[in-house]
């Protein structure tokens, strides 16, 4: 079975920083090629795609609202992504999901959530960033 687990959310002041940890078991790729992928959800609003990284080569793409203040990585030995945050601001504030995507187009990696549709995604974590 398919495990992500989000961790590392919390609330912080406008400007400061957190760090994402999405921690992925029972996954196994058939084709040495999958991308993951960071996304938030506000309230009332679609998730949409925040960062992602591609197996393929370790390359990775940001929202334009994201580039320069987020950073996403991932240490392979602990099947760990990250997505570091720095500069945060009140419009960040949502739950964050990762979701990983066997196969994907690309690379790039893929920030549309409809291109991951194995459908693997963890429970999110919530960020909250007051102003």
């Known amino acids: 079975e398919v495990q992500l687990v989000e961790s590392g959310g919390g609330l912080v002041q406008a400007g400061g920083s957190l760090r994402l940890s999405c921690a992925i078991s029972?996954?196994?790729?058939?084709?040495?090629?999958?991308?993951i992928g960071w996304f938030r959800q506000a309230p009332g609003k679609e998730r949409e795609g925040v960062a992602c990284?591609?197996?393929?080569?370790?390359?990775?793409d940001y929202t334009d609202s994201a580039k320069g203040r987020f950073i996403v990585s991932s240490d392979n030995a602990k099947n760990t992504l990250y997505l570091q945050m720095n500069n945060l601001k009140p419009e960040d504030t949502a739950v964050y999901y990762c979701?990983?995507?066997?196969?994907?187009?690309?690379?790039?990696?893929?920030?549309?959530?409809?291109?991951?549709?194995?459908?693997?995604w963890g429970q999110g974590t919530q960020v909250t960033v007051s102003s």
């Open positions: 990284m591609s197996s393929v080569d370790g390359s990775t």
């Open positions: 979701a990983v995507q066997d196969n994907p187009p690309g690379p790039p990696c893929p920030l549309d959530k409809y291109y991951y549709t194995d459908n693997f």
């Open positions: 029972g996954f196994a790729s058939r084709y040495d090629d999958y991308a």
